[in-house]
């Protein structure tokens, strides 16, 4: 049996305005760093194989905090990065209607599937490459514990994947900031034994 241990990279100053991110390389804020401490505090009780990341620093600089207890190297990798978001990448929800935009947001609302953002990455694309990262993390631990950090959209794909959902699942489910999902790989199938855990983000008084 494989256990991958889910994590949503910690906080931003993009999530607290609530920007865009996308790919854009946006730093762990000191309260997203606090964050990252403690689900490593968390994780740390866990006999870790190995630990996955995505590329982008708010993702891997929580897989290094999360891997330092363990002296385990980090595995990044772009093919776990966030969904690409093109134009929109940097802009609030009021940059996007001031740029004219409305429309093709209320749209990308209705159906994100459909209506991406312009030069946004096709929700199938992400889906693709997701599950590419998640055969190579399964190829290269047949069994034991693995730490993912990755982001909301990415991590998701594994938890609609284990659930026999389709892309269009995506929007079904959602991940808190440096939240915590586990799932399990048997022969005989996958196991979803955990969503959005965050009760790790209560222990010093750190908010979610």
Known sequence: MLRLYLVRHGLTEWNNTR???GHTDVPLSEEGIKQANLIAD???KVELNAVWSSDLNRARITAEIIAEPHSIQVRSTPLLRETMLGEWEGLTQDDIIARGDEPKLKAYHLDPMA???PGGEPLECVWSRIIE????????CHEGSVAVVGHGGSLRVFLCDALGMDVSGLRRIWLDN???SMLEYWESGSWVRLVNDTCHLHAD???E
Not at 133 to 140: E, G, K, N
């Open 19 to 21: 920007r865009l991110q």
């Open 133 to 140: 990262a998640r055969d190579q993390i399964i190829s290269s």
């Open 205 to 207: 008084g750190v908010s």
């Open 42 to 44: 968390r994780l740390s």
């Open 115 to 117: 209506n991406r953002p």
């Open 178 to 180: 440096v939240s915590l």
